[in-house]
């Protein structure tokens, strides 16, 4: 627990696999993103952000999850 950011009570690790050009993007965007605030913007920063954003935009939650879903259901319709 030493190593946690004391920022995040309660929190959790996870681990995600993303392509290595997604991750070479992100890279970019965490050092721009930086340069122009003038803190320290790391790629997990970024990733919470958009995981945030997506979050409270409930309408946009909502249709991503139905989106991924589709398929499945369809699937499941037939049988």
Same mark, same amino acid.
């Given at each position: 627990? @030493? ?6 009570? %309660? ?7 993303? @392509?290595?050009?997604? $991750? *070479?993007? !992100?890279?970019? !965007? #965490?050092?721009?993103? #930086? ?8 790629? *997990?920063? $970024?990733?919470?952000? #958009?995981?945030?954003?997506?979050? *409270?935009?409930? #309408?946009? !939650?909502?249709?991503?999850? =139905?989106?991924?879903?589709?398929? @499945? %259901?369809?699937?499941?319709? =037939?049988?």
């Amino acid at each position: 627990m @030493a190593g946690r950011p004391k920022t995040f009570k %309660n929190s959790v690790i996870i681990s995600t696999r993303i @392509a290595f050009e997604e $991750l *070479q993007e !992100l890279k970019e !965007l #965490a050092s721009v993103e #930086a340069h122009h605030t003038g803190r320290v913007v790391t790629v *997990q920063d $970024l990733i919470r952000n #958009a995981v945030r954003f997506v979050y *409270q935009d409930n #309408a946009r !939650l909502r249709e991503c999850f =139905r989106r991924s879903r589709e398929i @499945a %259901n369809k699937r499941m319709k =037939r049988n």
